[in-house]
């Protein structure tokens, strides 16, 4: 049983950066598969970046080389750097815990997070 609170979220201008943090209760976090979603008004949830429990990451296509993932295993943490903001990366950003790592589909995550907005103006 994991339970996940994400933070950092706020409100920024394009080129900005944020780092997202998600905080895990849990001793067996290490063993997990981490991941961030995202969901935009009136658009569906989409993944964005996943890390597995020895640190091998998946991106989304649209947030290479701006987003990186990583985690640390001894505090229960995992965190989401973005460096050039776009206007389209606003979204309430989810964390999510799975048991298996490389999945893009949010029904193969068993655990998530309440959500932090990140809202980025042009």
């Known amino acids: 049983q994991v339970q996940l609170v994400e933070s950092g979220g706020g409100l920024v201008q394009a080129g900005d950066s944020l780092r997202l943090s998600c905080a895990a209760s849990g001793r067996t976090f290490s063993s997990y598969a981490m991941a961030w979603f995202r969901q935009a008004p009136g658009k569906e949830r989409e993944f964005v970046t996943t890390?597995?429990?020895?640190?091998?990451?998946i991106y989304k296509d649209s947030v290479k080389g701006r987003f990186t993932i990583s985690r640390d295993n001894a505090k229960n943490t995992v965190y989401l750097q973005m460096n050039s903001l776009k206007p389209e990366d606003t979204a309430v950003y989810y964390c999510?815990?799975?048991?298996?790592?490389?999945?893009?589909?949010?029904?193969?995550?068993?655990?998530w997070g309440q959500g932090t907005q990140v809202t980025v103006s042009s």
């Open positions: 999510a815990a799975g048991m298996f790592f490389g999945y893009y589909r949010e029904n193969e995550y068993t655990h």
């Open positions: 890390i597995s429990s020895s640190g091998m990451t």
